[in-house]
């Protein structure tokens, strides 16, 4: 009875193969290129992963300083429409959207002065709807204050970006480095086999 063995390589026996390929002398010095891109291709994202950890970080300070200092200097406020927002253009369904428009305002400041400007409001809303808007020291129209939860997320944002960009690019590397040292390969394979079996001429 024979018994067959078969062995069994894990993934990373595989990989660790493939990046160095040691004095196997069916190793040749385009597998050991190879092996040193590969590397260098799961290298680079390590090295550069505390790095895009600071990045995200010193986005998330800077937002929410950011947020502190927009959290003094601007101020929620009712404004008043003084103009009848256009309606609603239907929707693909048949049905009138909720999309939101924008339409002329007016709003008081704390002095008794008033101010107008354009504000984004529910379309179709009637001349004398309120709505809420956001106002910098001046009086003046602005966007509203940074938060805590987007300074949050703008920094998860670079810093994931960042790192999954490095990543892409060491994949994408490592591909066409591979794809042109293949096409050496087989065409130094080729010469070799033409020496061992050289075709006859006609």
């Known amino acids: 009875m024979v018994v067959e063995t ?4 894990s993934w990373t026996e595989r990989l660790l193969r ?6 196997s002398p069916l190793a040749r010095g385009w597998d050991r290129l190879e ?10 994202p390590l090295v550069v992963l505390p790095f895009a950890a ?5 986005t998330y300070a800077s937002d929410e300083r950011a947020a502190a200092v927009q959290a003094r200097e601007r101020h ?3 404004a008043t429409l003084v103009a009848d927002a256009p309606p609603a253009p239907l929707s693909a369904h048949g049905g009138a959207s909720r999309d939101e428009t924008a339409v002329k305002a007016e709003w008081l400041l704390p002095d008794g002065t008033r101010r107008t400007g354009t504000v984004r409001a529910e379309a179709g809303s009637p001349t004398g709807s309120a709505v809420h808007v956001w106002l910098d020291q001046r009086g003046n129209l602005t966007r509203p204050p940074l938060t805590a939860t987007t ?4 920094g998860i944002a670079v810093a994931v970006s960042l790192w999954l960009g490095t990543v892409v690019a060491c994949a994408g590397g490592y591909w066409l480095v591979r794809r042109a040292i293949d096409r050496r390969r087989f065409a130094q394979w080729e010469r070799e086999w033409a020496d061992i079996d050289p075709q006859p001429r006609r």
Request: hydrophobic fraction near 55%.
């Open 18 to 23: 493939r990046i160095w390929p040691g004095r």
């Open 76 to 78: 929620r406020a009712e």
């Open 6 to 9: 078969v062995e069994r390589v």
């Open 54 to 58: 600071a990045a995200g970080s010193e």
């Open 151 to 154: 300074a949050v997320w703008d």
């Open 35 to 44: 092996g040193g891109v590969l590397f260098l291709a799961i290298l680079t």
